[in-house]
């Protein structure tokens, strides 16, 4: 199987393609990881990472698009997801597509975020024709923030995400905004 039949799109240095039952473990792991989930209101258990899977196979039928399972193009290997998902939480700037990341720790500081990330910007505008995307992070998430800037995003504010109204800690998050 070529490249261009694996994935749907590529980088320099990343495949983005649909999901797998096979990227379960992998995926479950990380998501078990505590450091990986730090910005967030618990680890996933496995179940929960197994529903992820389902959710964004159904959201890349349904919008033509999700958060890609991605791999590293030279070894294959499975490091997170990068790519967008149709957000509609109650907000001031939703619904509206979100581009987002999830990496495992053993990948961070190699710029596969912002390799990711860009390569999906160029795919939402030239290939899917959406005019602006969105990213969201909690406040004390410097890490994704600085890979908002570096793409390109512009700070639009601070919101309470109402999905973590039950978690002051994660509450208060930034939004960015691209067109």
Not at 36 to 54: D, L, N, Q
Not at 100 to 108: F, I, M, P, T, Y
Request: charged share 25%; glycine share 6%.
């Amino acid at each position: 199987m070529t490249n261009s039949e694996k994935y749907i799109y590529t980088s320099q240095r990343l495949g983005f393609r649909n999901w797998k039952s096979s990227d379960l473990d992998e995926y479950a792991a990380m998501n078990a990881d505590s450091e990986v989930m730090k910005h967030f209101p618990s680890t996933y258990t496995r179940e929960k990472s197994a529903e992820g899977i389902e959710v964004y196979q159904r959201h890349l039928a349904d919008k033509g698009y999700t958060y890609y399972a991605t791999e590293l193009l030279e070894s294959g290997e499975f490091i997170g997801f990068i790519g967008m998902y149709y957000q509609e939480f109650k907000s001031d700037f939703t619904p509206a597509t979100d581009i987002g990341w999830r990496l495992k720790q053993s990948v961070w500081g190699k710029g596969y975020a912002t390799e990711g990330a860009k390569r999906c910007l160029d795919y939402a505008f030239k290939d899917l024709q959406l005019d602006h995307l969105i990213s969201t992070c909690t406040v004390q998430n410097e890490k994704s923030e600085n890979v908002m800037r570096k793409i390109g995003m512009e700070r639009m504010g601070t919101f309470l995400h109402p999905r973590l109204e039950a978690y002051p800690e994660h509450e208060r998050c930034v939004w960015y905004k691209i067109s």
